[in-house]
C-alpha cells in the first residue's frame, strides 16, 4: 500500500540511535527515550493560502530531519512504525 500525506504534512520514519553510550554500557529500550531524528518518507503537496495559491514544503523524501519529542501522530503502515506530522513541528535538516 502507498500512503500519501495531505497538504503540508510529512511522513518521517525515526532513526534508531545508538544502543549504547560512549563508556561502553548498553542502555536497554525501556530506558531509551525515543529519537527525535528521523527521515522524510513522503511529503504532502503543500499547504493553501486563502486566495488557493499552494505553498511549497521545504523538505522532500530523503532529508535527514529533527523533531521534537512529542511531535507528530504514530500509525503504522504496512507493518512498519511511522510518525506522520505537519511540516512546522520539523526543527531542521540535517546537512
Do not use: C, Y
Request: no cysteine; charged share 35%; net charge negative.
Amino acid at each position: 500500500m502507498k500512503f500519501r500525506p495531505l497538504h503540508d504534512r510529512v511522513v518521517v520514519r525515526r532513526i534508531e540511535s545508538e544502543e549504547k553510550t560512549a563508556g561502553g554500557i548498553i542502555i536497554p529500550d525501556t530506558a531509551k527515550e525515543k529519537p527525535q531524528e528521523g527521515e522524510i518518507v513522503a511529503v504532502g503537496g503543500g499547504a493553501r493560502k486563502d486566495n488557493g495559491e499552494l505553498i511549497a514544503l521545504d523538505v522532500k523524501a530523503g532529508d535527514r530531519v529533527l523533531f521534537g519529542k512529542w511531535s507528530g501522530t504514530e500509525v503504522k503502515i504496512d507493518g512498519e512504525e511511522l510518525l506522520i506530522m505537519k511540516e512546522s513541528d520539523i526543527m531542521g535538516v540535517l546537512g
